[in-house]
């Protein structure tokens, strides 16, 4: 079992910048593929961007594509989400997650897939 724990969100205002944080302890951590995901009040769970187990390959929604990072460092057991040129709609809880995976260059991008998660860390775009 891996726990997992997010840090670095905030309140920040529009074109701003943030770096979420995800500190990850128990097992092995380059054993897990990495995901952040977010929900907005009334809306659905959404992928945000996940990284493989080796951190060579990415995945990022559409939403997010050049604006976003995600980024791991298996010495450390984290996985970062620098968020850049943020917009109000990018307010959300944003959690991160881990699924146990077999192959060190697949992303997942499905909720469903992910075997872990952390508690979520608020971020709020004022515009």
């Known amino acids: 079992q891996v726990q997992l724990v997010e840090s670095g969100g905030g309140l920040v205002q529009a074109g701003g910048s943030l770096r979420l944080s995800c500190a990850a302890s128990?097992?092995?951590?380059?054993?897990?593929?990495m995901g952040w995901f977010r929900q907005a009040p009334g809306k659905e769970r959404e992928a945000v961007a996940a990284i493989s187990r080796s951190g060579s390959s990415t995945y990022y929604a559409n939403s997010v594509k050049g604006r976003f990072t995600i980024s791991r460092d298996n010495a450390k057991n984290a996985v970062y989400l620098q968020m850049n040129s943020l917009k109000a709609e990018d307010t959300a809880v944003y959690y991160c997650a881990a699924k146990t995976s077999t192959f060190y260059t697949l992303t997942y991008s499905r909720g469903f897939e992910y075997d872990y998660w952390g508690q979520g860390t608020q971020v709020t775009v004022s515009s």
């Open positions: 128990g097992r092995t951590f380059s054993n897990y593929a």
